[in-house]
């Protein structure tokens, strides 16, 4: 089996003590020498700054190559944009760009009077600056604001004649998933690289609610395989093994680049990457 290049999500600190996790997520895997970390955006913009403060720490301290995410939610063109050059003057050339989440409470996203009204309108913007790389979200179930399969990879192709340069996907549970949608995005002209992102379940009970909300399909034998895997107290074990399936799966396939949506939480995430053969890398520094 192939070995696959790997990158990391994880989210700004909201606390003393989730900066402490934070950080203690970055040294667990930092050692795999991913692609790219990038860091999220809370939902209504409401992490902006707390996001650009991880960036640049990150940045700085870590030695990885960090993508911020930036999003249309809440902000002026103008505003959004010298996030952007903020960015780009710290070092920080690689965004995921993203319509984002309304803020809680709102509903639909309803664009800012002198903002971004689409992904579509965020990404040329900042790929007619050619300062940076450009990732952007790819959905191969349906999104809930979308009216149907179609209008996602229709959507997507937009976003990559927009001037993305990947897409990396959100979390879904069962290998031809993804396989069923990069089929209709290659159908579609889309010959940018799709990368899975990939969840390890850390709590099925949370994952769930997740997934019921962003319309990720639930098969139902993970109900069952995690009530009696909870019973026998072996579900940090189940977790390890479903990732590791999945991924396998993925890479037999023909899949290159795997993400991970760590949750700031490391271990299950390291473990994954070890079965699948990416092992740490040690750095000049820690032999000298």
């Known amino acids: 089996m192939t070995t696959p290049r790997i990158s990391f999500e994880f989210f700004p600190p909201k606390s003393l003590e989730a900066s402490f996790r934070l950080w203690d997520t970055v040294q667990t895997l930092a050692p795999l020498d991913p692609r790219f970390v990038s860091v999220t955006y809370g939902a209504g913009g409401t992490t902006r700054e707390l996001t650009r403060e991880a960036v640049g720490t990150l940045h700085n301290s870590s030695g990885l190559n960090v993508a911020a995410h930036l999003t ?3 902000a002026t063109r103008t505003e959004t944009l010298e996030i952007a050059d903020s960015f780009a003057a710290a070092g920080v050339n690689e965004i995921v760009a993203l319509r984002g989440d309304p803020p809680k409470g709102a509903g639909r996203f309803t664009p800012h009077p002198e903002g971004f009204a689409s992904s579509c309108e965020l990404i040329e913007a900042l790929a007619e600056t050619g300062k940076f790389t450009i990732r952007v979200g790819a959905y191969p179930e349906k999104h809930p604001d979308a009216a149907d399969q179609k209008a996602d990879v229709e959507w997507l192709k937009r976003k990559i004649d927009a001037g993305a340069d990947e897409a990396i996907t959100q979390f879904f549970f069962e290998p031809e998933t993804f396989f069923r949608f990069r089929d209709a ?13 990939i969840l390890p379940i850390e709590n099925w009970t949370g994952v769930r609610k997740f997934a019921t909300a ?4 639930i098969p139902a034998w993970l109900d069952d395989t995690f009530a009696k895997a909870k019973r026998d107290g072996r579900e940090d074990l189940l977790a390890t093994a479903l990732a590791t399936e999945l991924c396998s799966e993925l890479i037999e396939g023909g899949v290159e680049d795997l993400h991970f949506y760590t949750l700031n939480r490391p271990e299950l995430t390291r473990d994954v990457c070890h079965a699948l053969g990416v092992t740490p890398k040690v750095a000049l520094r820690d032999v000298a």
């Open 72 to 74: 249309c939610v809440e």
């Open 185 to 197: 995005c290659e159908k579609a002209g889309i010959d940018a690289p799709i990368i899975p992102g």
């Open 214 to 217: 962003c319309g990720t399909q």
